[in-house]
């Protein structure tokens, strides 16, 4: 075989001939349509060929000693039969590393057939690795091995630029234009940090840019407020641009700043309060010269000595006092035409897109003044103390805690990287301005100030469910059967609401654990409705749409058909149930077996048959469940995700089903306790007692 590559190789990888004396070539001509291949696809020319050893009964023995015993290495087997054995003729053989067995065995490749070994984590610490293919005792032909991959790993000791840094600064790259070559990581490698930044470096935690220096770079327009959000820098140089407008409050809300040059530009107004007493402490160097019409002081007539500010010349009182006077009275006359204007707009009442249901509405936020008003992005920063503090991050953006007076509250910025981030923005303020329910997060405010767009929500104190489940959050809380039962049914609760108590209708279209929060008494509430749609009650049961959502909750029938309706997100809904009954991720990890992941659905069917509760409930919950309990939940899960919608059930059904489930678990809760305690769990099981409903033939007894 010559070395070869694309296009044999669909990958581009160099696959190239080795020789030894111990070994010797077989092979026969195989053609692409006759070999079977894996996802690995090794190229057909290199697996028509392969190596065995030359004393039939001797082991395939093959190693290399690694130059640092500290190098780590992914290794890759694959194998093919190239000859059409003999009714009479086996090949079998083990694979071991430095004496130990190295692949469950024995291994017997299969004739055009590629079947690939590998190392499912890196090997380390040896000073030599010492492969050996041995012929088992009842083979009659000599071990094989058709082709090998040896991948080394590479260490990058530094971790990426903070994403914020890196959003705010594209930002800035596309606000001005910036003629600089600006690509990749602006912190690494550190030989190549972009031109005019500055980064730290400390140990492990991400690189933060401390130090931005645009003199002389043809800068136009305002001051960037992506500038805010690099909220370590400590040097900042703007000077000798074409910068006009005001410079910004938001100057003063970097606690690093040490130093700031923004002279010989054309910015007007006054240089904020707080800059000029941080000059003034000798905590900021400032310089704001040759900007005719920007002042330093209050009078406007200063000059600051010793370079430290650099005021504008004095102004004659002749000339300001007509200006003013002037200014003052186009502003009276806009405030009597603004106050007609919002007279005129009270008289007209403007038609809802959606009837609310008085009976679900939300807690009052009277404490924030009018719901959900709009927000400045200096007020914004305030509320966030200069981003300080981070939630979470998702596909939308960034999200920071923040404080509303003394209210704690949550604030998702949009990142200029999120794909359709506005629109998804849009519709989530419109959405939330006039639905709600003690099931749905509710909207606070919003800020659609140039580039910056955020939402103001309420904070969540317990994060999201995904969160609990997989144990990623800090200090997650272990979730009794109980407990996950009340967040299902209040997350059922806030989807029916959107189904059924929304005129017309209104579909999320993202349901998922990830999306159900929780507040600091883990009551549950459906966040995240960037991807919602209404059906108008004139398309019928369905609209036709581009498909969105999330992999592993997607219903695959809208998928397929592009056909949006509630039974969509009640598909999506069975996903998160059997996430809550199980455990498990959407695509279930099978030990042993890295290739296959089933759909948790198809896994939680398959173990349905045996009629094992154990086997399919979180091992977690250790039995601490009313197994009835648990079987009717399985049974509504299995019934959302039919495979076709008129076989899935209303939601309105499921949070009758549910509220039965919890009822049951509630009941045998209350054997061993005393009087007390039963009197208060009678008053709880009366609560949610319902009605039983006709849902579907038992389908997991």
Not at 105 to 117: A, E, F, K, N, W
Not at 180 to 200: A, T
Not at 639 to 647: E, I, M, R, Y
């Amino acid at each position: 075989m010559v070395i070869c590559r694309y296009k044999d190789d669909v990958y581009d990888r160099i696959w190239g001939p080795i020789s030894f004396d111990l070994w010797t070539s077989i092979g026969s001509k195989l053609t692409d349509d006759e070999l079977t291949q894996n996802h690995y696809k090794p190229p057909t020319i290199v697996m028509s060929t392969a190596a065995t050893p030359i004393n039939a009964s001797a082991s395939f023995d093959f190693y290399w000693d690694p130059d640092n015993v500290d190098e780590q290495y992914y290794v890759f087997m694959h194998f093919n039969e190239v000859k059409k054995l003999l009714p009479n003729e086996t090949r079998s053989f083990n694979v071991t590393l430095n004496g130990k067995y190295w692949y469950d065995g024995p291994l017997v490749p299969q004739y055009q057939s590629t079947s690939t070994i590998f190392s499912p984590s890196a090997l380390g610490g040896e000073s030599r690795y010492l492969f050996s293919l041995i012929r088992t005792e009842d083979s009659t032909l000599p071990p094989i091995i058709n082709a090998i991959e040896v991948y080394t790993v590479k260490d990058f000791s530094r971790p990426e630029t903070l994403q914020d840094d890196v959003d705010a600064i594209t930002n800035i790259k596309k606000d001005y234009g910036v003629a600089r070559n600006w690509e990749g990581d602006p912190c690494g490698p550190i030989k190549y940090v972009w031109q005019g930044l500055n980064c730290s470096f400390d140990g492990n935690d991400p690189p933060r840019i401390t130090s931005l220096n645009l003199s002389s770079s043809g800068l136009k327009g305002q001051i960037s407020s992506y500038i805010s959000k690099l909220t370590m820098l400590q040097y900042l140089d703007l000077s000798n641009n074409n910068l006009t407008g005001s410079v910004p409050d938001f100057l003063t809300q970097l606690q690093s700043l040490k130093v700031l040059n923004l002279g010989n530009n054309n910015l007007t107004g006054l240089v904020p309060s707080g800059l000029l007493d941080k000059s003034k402490k000798g905590s900021l160097s400032l310089s704001v010269g040759q900007n005719p019409n920007l002042c330093a002081s209050t009078s406007c007539n200063q000059q600051t000595t010793g370079g430290a500010i650099s005021n504008n010349k004095k102004k004659k009182n002749h000339i300001v006092i007509p200006i003013v006077a002037s200014i003052a009275g186009v502003l009276v006359l806009l405030a009597i035409v603004a106050t007609a204007v919002i007279c005129g707009l009270k008289k007209r009442k403007p038609k809802a897109a959606v009837n609310i249901d008085e009976e679900h509405n939300a807690a009052n936020f009277s404490q924030f003044g009018p719901n959900q008003r709009q927000y400045t992005f200096n007020e914004i920063v305030k509320i966030t103390n200069n981003f300080n503090r981070i939630l979470g991050r998702g596909g939308f953006g960034t999200v920071y805690h923040g404080l509303v007076g003394d209210t704690q509250v949550a604030v998702k910025m949009l990142s200029p990287s999120a794909v359709r981030g506005y629109e998804q923005f849009l519709a989530e303020v419109k959405l939330l301005m006039i639905v709600h329910h003690r099931n749905l997060t509710s909207l606070i405010g919003y800020c659609n100030e140039e580039s910056n767009i955020g939402l103001i929500y309420e904070y969540m104190a317990n994060g999201n469910l995904e969160e609990h489940l997989s144990g990623k959050k800090n200090n997650a809380k272990l979730l009794t059967w109980e407990e996950r039962l009340r967040i299902v049914v209040d997350a059922a609760q806030g989807l029916e609401y959107l189904h059924s108590g929304c005129k017309p209708p209104i579909i999320h279209r993202d349901v998922k654990c990830a999306n159900i929060l929780l507040n600091e008494n883990f009551q549950a509430k459906l966040a995240d409705f960037g991807l919602s749609k209404p059906i108008p009650t004139e398309e019928g049961t369905h609209i036709s749409t581009v498909v969105a959502g999330t992999p592993g909750y997607l219903d695959p029938e809208y998928r397929n058909s592009n056909k949006l309706a509630e039974k969509s997100d009640v598909y999506s809904f069975g996903v998160v149930l059997f996430k809550i009954i199980t455990g498990q991720a959407a695509y279930v990890k099978m030990q042993g077996d890295d290739e296959n992941e089933p759909h948790i659905s198809s896994w939680v069917s398959s173990k349905v048959s045996n009629g094992d509760i154990k086997s399919i409930v979180d091992s977690k919950l250790q039995e601490d469940y009313d197994s009835g309990s648990v079987w009717k939940a399985v049974e509504i899960g299995m019934a959302c995700v039919g495979s076709t919608s008129n076989k899935r059930p209303h939601m309105s059904v499921v949070v009758t089903e549910l509220k039965e489930c919890l009822a049951a678990e509630l009941a045998r809760k209350r054997i061993g306790h005393d009087t007390e305690q039963s009197d208060s769990l009678d008053s709880e099981l009366a609560s949610i007692s319902v009605t039983t409903t006709e849902f579907v033939d038992p389908i997991a007894r």
